[in-house]
Every structure is written in C-alpha cells, then in structure tokens.
C-alpha cells in the first residue's frame, strides 16, 4: 500500500489493515469493527461481546504496519471541525512518522479507548496531550527497538519520517523503518496512568517547536469524501433485514395516550408493528415510505393535560421573572455593589432577555440498531458514542459488554442533540422486534423536540463615579433551566420520559460572566427557575453550543456597552481599561491574553475610536460597528463587527466580522479558522434570527419557515480571524493547546446589538433582532 | 405498486414502488445512493437536492413517478471518468464543509446555477443559493467556493 493520504473512511484501514497482518484479531479480544464498508458489504453484525479496549495497552492507542503507515486510535469523535487532522498531525509529529502516512479511527466503543467522544470543545486540550503521550511512547519504543537492531546506542541514532538511521559509529549511514521493525507484530507494552486522560508511557513530550506537523494547515481528510459522495453517514447505514421506524409524538404537550386505532394503518402495506409504551409510540415497517405513511395515518387518541405545559414563548420572560426560583446560586461577590451604587455619580439598570433556542440540526435524528447474535450494535453520529452505550445498556438492562456504538459521520451537532434520544429509540424498537429497526425523526420532530439551551432573563445594575468610572456591577440571572437534560442518561431520555420514567431532575444553572474586567464592588448572582412541566415536554434543556456562555455573554457585554454610553466612551477603550486597571493574572494569563485579543482585534478591524452611538445614516441604511469578548474555559475572544441597519424594513446584516481569538498552541490554523467562521456565523444566526416558538399548548416552531436560520443572503462581505498568542512566553516550549469551537459562540448576541445601537442609537435587549422587533423599536 | 423506470447518472433501473413514494427515498432506499440526503421532507432546506434535465430538484417532494425516463444526476454522478467535477474541486479547495451534510444540496445547487450563470455576481450567488441551508453555516466558504469554480469554469 502507497500512501494513505486519501483513506478517510474510519474503519477502511483498518479493514485492509486486517487484511494485511491478521494480528490484530487477537491484540483486541473483541475486535469487530472492520471497517463500516465491510458492515454494508458482508455482515451484518460480528459476533460480540466487546469490551473495552485496554487504555494501558499501547497497541490499543496505535498501530504501525509493515509498509510504515499507521493509524491512530482516539475516543473522540469529529463533528467537522477537522480534529481528527489535529490528531493525526500532534501524533505524527511526537512519533516521528510522516503525517501522510498515518490516518486516525475515531469514535467507535469496541475499538477506540473510552475518551469521552466530543463535548467540552476539550479534544484537543484535554485529549490531546494523551495522544502525544502514547505517540511518543511508540518512538521511543521503537527507537530502543532500532538500537537492538542496529546493536547501537539510542543516542547513535536518528529518526525522521519513520526511518530511524545510525548517525554515528561503526554502523553510520544504515537506517530501517518502524514498519520493518514492528509493523505486524503488537507493542506489548504497559503503559501508566490513573485514569484514561493521564495515560502515559515513559517517553517526554517533544517542545512545541520541534514539531514539525503543529502549525501546518494540511488539509482536513475527511473533506475529499464529502464533496464527491463517497461518505457512508450513519444515515446510510443499512443491515440486511433492517426496518425502518417513525415516531407519534403527542400533538399537545404534555398530553397522555387514552387509545391507538390499529385498524387505522390496517391497509398500510409493510406495515410490521404498532408500538406503544407508556406515551412512547412508533410504528415500524418494512420500508421507509410505509412508515411516513403509517404514521401520518395512525388514528391515536391523547388526553389533553390538565393544565398548561408553560407559559407562551412571548410571555416567556415575564413568567421568569414573577416565578419563585427554584434554587439559586451562591452570589460571588467583591466589595459592596449596594453601598457603592448609592453613592454612585450614575446608575445605570437593564433587563436582557433570551430565549429557548433549538440545535435544530440540520439533518433529524436518526440511527440504526441491529440486535444480530445475540448482541446490541448501534450506529449513530452522536458524539458521545461511549456514553450511548452505557445508557442504552441500563435503559435495556442488558450487560454493557453487549452493546456497542459504532460512530459514524452525521449532520450537525454542537452539543446534547437528539441523535441521543434516536439511539435509544432505536435500541429499543430493534430489541422488541428483534429485527434490526433504523429510527429516522420527521423534521418537524427535530425542530420541535430537540432539547434547548435554556432561556435566559438578566437584571444588569451598573453605578459609574463623576469621572465616568465603573465603580459598581451587578448581575443577576435567571435561567429557565429546571431539569436540565444530561447526555445519553437511560432516566432522563425522551423515550424514557414518555414511558414514565421520573428522574429527580437535574437542576442547571445560571452562569456568571467570564470577563477579566476589574470593578471593586461587583456581585454576581443566579437563579433557576421552573416551566409548569419538567418533564415529556420539548421545552427540555440540554447543552447546546456554550451551554449558557451566548445567553450570559449577550446580558454582560451588551451592559458594558451601555455603561460606556452612558459614559460617553469609546467602549473599547472602556474595555481595556477596566482589562488594564487589575493587576496580577491567573495561572493561563488570561487577562493579559484578553488584552492582546482587545489589541489584535481593533487593529485588524481598524477601530474607529468613539463614543456609540454615530447614527451614520445613508438612506435607508444606518451603519454601526460593536465589540463584546469573553473567554471559555482557557480560551479568549474578541469579536468586533460592522452592521447595515435598514431603517426601513429593520432588517440587519452583519457585514463584517474581526475575530481575535487565543487557544494557546494552533495545530492547524487554516482548519481552526474555518471552524471559527462557522461558529461566528452561526451565532449571527442565534441574534437574529433563533428562537422555540410555542403558545401554551404546542411548539409553534416546527419547520424552516417557522423556525428561521441565516442564510447564504446573509454571508457576510468580510471576515477576518486574527490568531492571538498573548502567552506572556509566548515562545515557552510547552505552550499549552487549548479547546476551540464553542467560545466564539460567546460574544456574538451582544456585539451584534452593541452594533445595532451604534448604527441606530436603539438597544435591542430582548433576542433574536428580527426585522420586525428592530423595526419596531427603531419607531418605538 | 408500479413498475417504473429512472435513469440515474447514466444507468437505467427499473423499481416497483408506490408511484407516490417520494424520489428521495427510492434514490437512497433502493438504488443505494448517499449523495441525495432527508434534512426536511418539505423541499425546504436543499440536503435532498438531485438534479434532473440540469434543473435543481427537491427530490423529497419530488413523486418518484414524476422523474420516471428522465435522465437524473445525484452527487455521485457528478465526476467525469475519474475527474472530480470543478465544483466539486473548488469545495475542496475552498475546504468548504464542516459537517458536511448539506453540501449534497450545495454543489447541486450551485452546479445549476452557474450552468445558468456562468458569471454569476455577487447578488446572484447569494440569492441563487439562499434557499439552500447549512447549519454549521460555512456559507463563508461556500460563497468564496462558488466564486473559485465559476472562475475555473469560465
């Protein structure tokens, strides 16, 4: 085999790998995966159990073969953003293997160790540094393997690409590859660690600057396979045998099952089984129209609830801000706001408000679960595949070593999505029927029932002195965020509700803003609070991208713009004072990586200086430009935009996007750019256009024209992200790499309404600025 | 049930089904193709797009015995004896998808406009392409991709 540049489906190497070598069957007692090529091909589910790969085995992290290729194994799952190339390029780097002679499986529980699968936007902060680890245990195996061979000390030799050499004495000049040396036969080494994410060998980590990989921009290897349809998606995944299966969601939330009619689909042709449990129904039949059908025509009978399921989205805020908390939060607190907004020169008060908003993903859940010998396999595109399997596994109540979940690429999705809830439905269907059942939710089913990041209302208080100083900060939340969905839990899944399944539920939280801003008297404060029903509801929440980071973000930041008004500064001079006014940092240097984002950002953006707002009128378009920042976790960003207001039709577009953003360590700039490119816009999507819609009976956001999403008529003309290293040592050899992706989700909601008031002189505080609420507050 | 015939990136099939049943679910359920994707089943968001006579077309709202005999090109017939087609190229280099799962929709759509319009403008390429969704919004890229191929194609 020549170089692997090109293989990119994940279990196609390993397939031809197996074919190769035969060994591997026994390194991984339970080995099965080979290859979902294989799967769609030849068989339809190999014989289990599976349990899990040993994480203190280095075979199971890497394998090298004879033609000196390898592939990396790593529990983590790439929804797009290209961390699977990131993988590859750390790893290759720290074993000193040519970056396209390697290819990466992900995901997939029989065969990758238990990482977790995605969440967190950690991979690579928290995952990576394992991956290294392991890496560069096989080098230093591998080089201890070449001075036996060559009879030569470590130090004598060399290695690059895969090739170690003899630099030095009698057998100078001679060389062997790591696959001649290993490739077909296993490691059988021991590694060390705790846990899985301390796993470790013996070797050290490489400086960053000797990699070679890190901070190159190959390109991503799963793209090729997406444009020219070749990608087999879990939506494809098809077993002989296989059903296919609709839901029957209650029409009014919150309703029970009084009956089904069955002799209503009794001409259904292919028509295999009604299922009902609890309020959970399905049909299941043998072709996918027939199910469309089926469920469309089941004549089902609910008992409308007793009392409202909530409060109307448009009463939503009010509701949350009359309602008793359900539990609040320790308030974190400096000085004394109180005292210190009394005897302040200027008060400032405001109110944010934001709504439920949907993943809404594009393509609606979906899996496959086949029951074959005895065993339970599911293929889905969730991203935690591991705790897919362990919940299904409890909610079935059949040992963990029988179920596996093969990962496999899928449509969209940052966070706790319905693909969860499809997963268990179809294990579910699949185990009643014994036969293998593929669950494909409606559209409708997606926008609706998917789970929501939870809405939030903001009480902000600010008090400035006579000099325009920012003396006094107060911010209080409330997130509608009783019963907070967790990931793949077998109590808190929507099948497992509709069954009747009571979960204590899981209160979230309201989170506090994540700024370096110094205030003497500052007080942060949060409450939950409780919709009518917790549970059987499509109001459910669940982490959607930074689960409250846009929500918190849009009151913090959007406050700040407001006290520099009122201050009559400019406000991004009023953010770095209050950034530059502290002093001492914290152990990531955040806040003077927070100011070098400031700078970054405004000099690309080339910040005009001023107090907002400028009212720049030219017919019917006011034009403004507005900054927020934040950071997440150990990451910075500095969002600055420019936005077109039409006075006339209040519709706003967002024409230009500077983005300062500081992960530490880049593995790949050009992937993690477009990453950011779609993450920003994706929260210019949330500020303008996002929100679950319902009355107080039915979710009225159910489709694309009810539920609407930015659209290629709202590209921006220009965007520009400005990759920060604000490291104090910027230079230091083992520069952290830190996680990417959700926190440019942060700053968007307020910098599009601090641009809208600098456009217009109006503050939009109530999410999403659709034309109809801009224009109406432009004429307000 | 029926007996009807479609031709689909150059190879005749022939498949008893409803005639009502939806394009959609023949092109993925009985001729196994991947390109063609459900997103919506109201020909509203473009995953399912298939092209037939050159013109874009919701294949999910589309009766399958309304694109009976006619020549049907899905993503996998796009490429020309091993050459990916332009546009296809242009993705790739433009390192266009995230997810991915749209971008059956995208190229399609894309392909049909600029067969239309060949230098298409900046307005054009925004509305010609508007009523094709993507929810990792790489629009950004999208845009600059269609831009990259219509240049190579011109």
């Not at chain 1, 390194?27 to 994480?55: H, K, L, N, R």
């Not at chain 1, 390898?70 to 529990?75: D, E, I, M, N, R």
């Not at chain 1, 750390?90 to 029989?110: K, N, P, Q, R, Y």
């Not at chain 1, 966070?415 to 269907?429: K, P, Q, Y």
Request: hydrophobic share 40%; with cysteine; glycine share 8%.
């Amino acid at each position: 085999m020549t170089s692997l540049r090109s293989t990119v489906t994940a279990g196609n190497s390993r397939r031809q790998f197996l074919k190769q070598t035969g060994f591997l069957v026994a390194s991984f007692a339970a080995v099965s995966i080979e290859g979902v090529d294989a799967f769609m091909q030849q068989q339809t589910s190999p014989a289990g159990p599976y349990p899990d790969p040993d994480y203190l085995q280095l075979d199971s992290w890497i394998v090298i073969r004879p033609d000196n290729t390898a592939t990396f194994f790593v529990g983590k799952t790439d929804l797009g953003q290209g961390t699977g190339t990131a993988f590859r390029q750390i790893m290759s780097d720290e074993l000193d293997i040519a970056f396209d002679h390697t290819t990466c499986v992900m995901g997939s529980t029989d065969i990758t160790v238990d990482q977790g699968g995605s969440g967190g936007s950690d991979a690579l902060q928290t995952d990576g540094y394992p991956m290294r680890r392991v890496a560069a245990e096989a080098r230093r195996v591998l080089l201890e393997m070449g001075a036996q061979h060559f009879g030569v000390p470590v130090t004598a030799l060399a290695v690059s690409d895969g090739v170690i050499s003899v630099k030095t004495g009698d057998a100078v000049g001679r060389s062997i590859t790591y696959g001649a040396l290993i490739g077909g036969k296993k490691f059988n080494v021991t590694l060390s660690g705790r846990n899985i994410d301390a796993t470790t060998g013996k070797a050290p980590l490489k400086p960053v600057q000797a990699m070679k990989n890190v901070g190159k921009s190959p390109r991503r290897d799963d793209v090729p396979d997406k444009v020219n349809g070749k990608q087999r998606w879990a939506v494809d995944m098809k077993v002989p045998g296989m059903l296919h299966a609709r839901n029957v969601r209650p029409p009014l939330v919150g309703a029970s099952l009084k009956s089904i009619d069955e002799s209503s689909v009794k001409n259904v042709p292919g028509l295999v089984k009604v299922v009902s449990h609890g309020n959970y129904v399905a049909v299941v039949c043998e072709r996918e129209e027939q199910a469309i059908r089926a469920a469309r025509q089941l004549a089902v009978e609910w008992t409308p609830p007793a009392s409202a399921p909530f409060p109307s989205s448009e009463n939503l805020f009010t509701f949350m801000r009359k309602a008793t908390p359900s539990s609040s939060s320790e308030p974190v607190t400096s000085g004394d706001v109180n005292a210190s907004l009394a005897s302040a020169a200027k008060v400032v008060e405001a109110q944010y408000d934001v709504p439920f908003q949907g993943h809404t993903s594009f393509g609606p859940a979906h899996a496959l679960a086949d029951p074959s010998n005895g065993q339970l396999t599911i293929y889905s595109n969730d991203m935690k595949s591991y705790g897919m399997r362990n919940g299904v596994a409890q909610f079935l109540k059949i040992p963990r070593e029988k179920v596996r979940v093969v990962w496999m690429q899928g449509p969209q999705a940052y966070g706790r999505t319905a693909a969860e809830d499809a997963g268990f439905e179809a294990a579910f269907l699949a185990t009643e029927l014994g036969r293998p059942v593929r669950m494909q939710w409606t559209r409708q089913e997606e926008t609706a029932w998917d789970t929501k990041g939870p809405a939030y209302a903001v009480t902000m208080r600010g008090g400035l002195d006579d000099k325009g100083q920012l003396v006094a900060l107060d911010y209080d939340a409330r997130a509608a965020d009783f019963n907070h969905v967790g990931y793949n839990e077998a109590d808190s899944v929507l099948i497992a509700q509709l069954m009747g399944t009571r979960k204590t539920p899981v209160r979230g939280r309201a989170s506090y803003p994540s700024d370096k801003y110094t205030v003497a008297n500052r007080r942060m404060a949060g409450s939950v609070v409780a919709l009518p029903l917790a549970f059987e509801t499509p109001v459910r929440m669940g982490n959607l991208r930074d689960p409250d980071g846009p929500q918190v973000t849009f009151a913090s930041e959007s406050f700040i713009d407001e006290l520099a008004a009122a201050a009559a500064v400019d406000p991004l001079a009023f953010r770095l004072g209050l950034l530059e006014r502290g002093s001492g940092d914290d152990a990531g240097f955040k806040r003077a990586r927070s100011i070098a984002c400031v700078k970054a950002a405004a000099e690309k953006f080339a910040w005009d200086a001023r107090p907002s707002p400028q009212r720049q009128v030219n017919g019917d378009i006011a034009t403004g430009r507005g900054m927020a920042y934040a950071f997440r976790s150990e990451t910075v960003v500095v969002e600055m935009i420019e936005v077109e207001v039409n006075r006339r039709t209040g519709r706003v577009w967002v024409k230009r996007i500077t983005c300062a953003h500081d992960c530490g360590l880049v593995i790949n700039p050009e992937a993690l750019t477009h990453a950011l490119e779609g993450g920003l816009l994706h929260a210019v999507s949330r500020a303008l256009f996002e929100e679950a819609r319902f009355d107080e009976a039915k979710m009225l956001t159910t489709d694309w024209v009810s539920s609407p999403t930015l659209t290629h008529a709202d590209v921006p003309e220009r965007i520009d992200i400005v990759q920060v290293n604000g490291d104090p040592n910027p230079q230091r050899p083992d520069l952290q790499h830190y996680g990417a992706g959700e926190t440019i989700c942060k700053p968007m909601l307020a910098a599009v309404a601090n641009a809208i008031f600098d456009a217009t002189g109006v503050r939009m505080r109530r999410v999403p600025f659709t034309s109809a609420r801009v224009l109406a507050s432009l004429r307000a | 049930m029926a007996a009807i015939t479609l031709l689909v990136n150059g190879s005749r099939h022939t498949v008893d089904v409803e005639p009502s049943t939806p394009l959609l679910y023949i092109l993925r359920n009985d001729l196994d193709l991947a390109g063609p994707r459900f997103g919506c089943g109201l020909g509203q968001c473009g995953a399912c797009t298939v092209l037939i006579k050159g013109e874009a077309v919701r294949s999910c709202v589309r009766p399958v015995s309304q694109a009976a005999n006619v020549e049907i090109t899905t993503l996998e017939g796009l490429a020309k004896g091993g050459q990916l087609h332009p546009i296809q190229q242009a993705w790739i280099d433009e390192q266009v998808p995230a997810c991915g799962f749209c971008q059956n929709g995208q190229i399609l759509t894309a392909k049909a406009l600029l067969d239309k319009n060949p230098h298409p403008t900046d307005a054009d390429i925004r509305d010609g392409m508007k009523n094709t969704l993507c929810r990792c919004m790489t629009y950004y890229r999208l845009n600059a991709a269609v831009k990259l191929a219509a240049r190579r194609m011109a």
